[in-house]
């Protein structure tokens, strides 16, 4: 008899996928809490292989630069094609499921509808969903204890100091600091910043060069100094 993770529960019954032995899934409503979502398959694999890296690192050099190269799912630009896909869908998935799961009154704004919208909570909400899931693979409750004190309100706080009041349902908000940041990228304003670095590294080599190889503090001046 296979069992089935809860969490696995908890995804098929939401995409309406079939038991295995054939039947639907008993639907969720009326359960007291609901299981975390499972993410896909592809996602699941790649965590599963990073996961069992930390427990026993590989010793060759090529199979050390392939898992450098692997994508990481907490951090979603590393993720293209299926991964990529599959973690939208779970991390739509996680939003409701910590809105529903873990806010009760509206004094904390929650992940809004519009998160996708907002790269600063698709960073965050990659994380904290990650991280939720390898709270799966801990034989001791210590790992979830330090997600619900820790990682859950810490990514609640964040959220509510950079939303603030915005983006309260079906009202997303554009990005305030976007007048801002198309300033800092604008070609006049990077293309002086660009010549500040250069005039200060050649500042630096001509200083360099007219100070005698006696006048240079050794290690250990360095090390009174500070």
């Not at 002086?192 to 240079?216: F, N």
């Amino acid at each position: 008899m296979t069992t089935m993770h809860p969490s696995q529960v908890a995804s098929r019954a939401a995409s309406g996928a079939a038991a295995p032995n054939g039947n639907q899934m008993m639907p969720l409503d009326g359960l007291m809490v609901r299981p975390f979502p499972e993410p896909g398959p592809t996602i699941r694999t790649a965590m599963e292989q990073l996961q069992q890296a930390t427990v026993e690192p590989p010793a060759d050099e090529d199979e050390l630069r392939e898992l450098a190269q692997m994508p990481r799912p907490w951090d979603p630009a590393t993720c293209t094609g299926l991964m990529r896909s599959e973690l939208w869908a779970w991390l739509d998935l996680v939003a409701m499921w910590a809105n529903e799961q873990h806010l009760w009154n509206v004094t904390r704004p929650g992940i809004p509808e519009c998160w996708p919208a907002h790269p600063h909570l698709v960073h965050d909400l990659a994380v904290l969903a990650c991280s939720r899931y390898y709270t799966s693979f801990a034989v001791t409750p210590a790992a979830l204890e330090d997600w619900h004190r820790y990682a859950l309100p810490g990514f609640l706080e964040r959220l509510r100091d950079r939303l603030g009041d915005g983006c309260q349902p079906s009202k997303h908000q554009p990005r305030p600091r976007r007048e801002r940041d198309e300033s800092h990228a604008a070609t006049p304003v990077r293309r002086g910043r660009k010549q500040r670095y250069r005039d200060d590294v050649d500042r630096a080599g001509e200083l360099a060069a007219t100070q005698p190889d006696d006048a240079k503090p050794d290690h250990d001046d360095l090390h009174e100094r500070w």
